[in-house]
């Protein structure tokens, strides 16, 4: 039997963390790659030798809907590209719980499938919503996957003030995928990645 963590202490830790590089000033920040609707940046990771990237963009619909299709459940398998499987081991309560889900190979495939067991918290943020995890040291792994390590993420849900049926949506993602991968070749994935996931839920909320 794993040894589950103290959801409760997790969970405060993880937001705390969260608000943190939330409010970050902008300088600390460099830009990595920008599209007419989503800005990427990254600074050094305080976590691991790698990035911290920071992520915001504009989505068009209400805060609860866009949460719904990025926290765990059946909706983020139907439009994530690059996740390949999701299952909930264990939960807490209705908003916290431990998932474990696999992701496609990346760059041609220079990425091989990944594999992540993270505890997920979601919490009311401000105006609106934010939904964060971290990675468990979870024993059970299965041999076709690379186990890699998210460091504390998140995504921030919030209204837009002039135009409230829209929402302001900021991640943080700091991933180690671990294996045998050039830094700069994560890099490249990541930012491109997640200007990808904007585009995609965009979709899947315009579907839904």
């Known amino acids: 039997m794993e040894a589950l ?3 409760a202490v ?3 830790r993880l937001k705390n963390t969260l608000i943190q590089y939330h409010n970050l000033e902008d300088e600390k920040w460099r830009v990595a790659k920008k599209t007419k609707d989503v800005t990427i940046w990254r600074k050094p990771s305080e976590e691991f030798n790698g990035y911290l990237f920071k992520a915001q963009g ?3 619909d209400l805060v609860n809907s866009v949460i719904d299709h990025i926290r765990p459940g059946p909706c983020r398998l139907d439009w994530d590209s690059l996740m390949t499987s999701l299952d909930i081991l264990e ?3 209705e908003n916290c719980c431990v998932m474990r889900y696999t992701t496609a190979g990346q760059l041609w495939n220079i990425i091989s499938p990944r594999e992540f067991v993270d505890f997920s918290y979601t919490v ?3 105006e609106g919503l934010l939904s964060c995890g971290i990675s468990l040291d979870w024993s059970e792994k299965r ?3 690379v186990r890699g390590y998210n460091h504390p993420c998140g995504w921030f849900c919030v209204p837009l003030k002039e135009s409230p049926s829209r929402s302001l949506l900021t991640g943080y993602i700091q991933t180690d995928l671990r294996g045998m991968i050039p830094q700069s070749a994560v890099d490249t994935a990541m930012a491109s ?3 990808n996931f904007y585009g995609d839920l965009q979709k899947a909320l315009q579907k839904a």
Do not use: N, R
């Open 5 to 7: 963590p103290d959801a």
């Open 10 to 12: 997790l969970a405060t």
């Open 58 to 60: 504009v989505i068009d």
């Open 91 to 93: 939960h807490f309560e």
């Open 124 to 126: 009311g943020y401000k």
């Open 143 to 145: 041999s076709e996957f």
């Open 193 to 195: 990645t997640l200007i």
